[in-house]
Nanobody
Framework: EVQLTESGGGLVQTGGSLRLSCATSGFTYDEYAIGWFRQAPGNKREEVSQVSCIDNSDGSTDYADSAKGRFTISSDNANRTVSLQMNSLKPEDTGIYYC?????????????WGQGTQVTVSS
């Protein structure tokens, strides 16, 4: 059974940092892409937008334009964990952050999800 568990969310002030972690189990880790997605306040769960993604099959990474230069995604194969280091946080980064697993690539096929972790950036 595929399991994804997010941690690391919290409340920070504008300009602060958070590090999110996605612990995984139940699948061949180095064959999957793991993405981080944000559900903005007022949006439905299915209206998440991808923030960043790492494809463990080749190490390639993707970032949303809003995340470039501020966020860094990394993968710890030994611990089956994908982390998202978020620096210079802005109020518009506020939302519920989910990690998802795709057996295809970072562009789609995300069929398994965690329960989410709340990130709140105060102005």
């Amino acid at each position: 059974e595929v399991q994804l568990t997010e941690s690391g969310g919290g409340l920070v002030q504008t300009g602060g940092s958070l590090r999110l972690s996605c612990a995984t189990s139940g699948f061949t880790y180095d064959e999957y892409a793991i993405g981080w997605f944000r559900q903005a306040p007022g949006n439905k769960r299915e209206e998440v937008s991808q923030v960043s993604c790492i494809d463990n099959s080749d190490g390639s990474t993707d970032y949303a334009d809003s995340a470039k230069g501020r966020f860094t995604i990394s993968s710890d194969n030994a611990n089956r964990t994908v982390s998202l280091q978020m620096n210079s946080l802005k109020p518009e980064d506020t939302g519920i952050y989910y990690c998802g697993a795709s057996w295809v690539n970072c562009r789609g096929g995300f069929g398994s999800w965690g329960q989410g972790t709340q990130v709140t950036v105060s102005s």
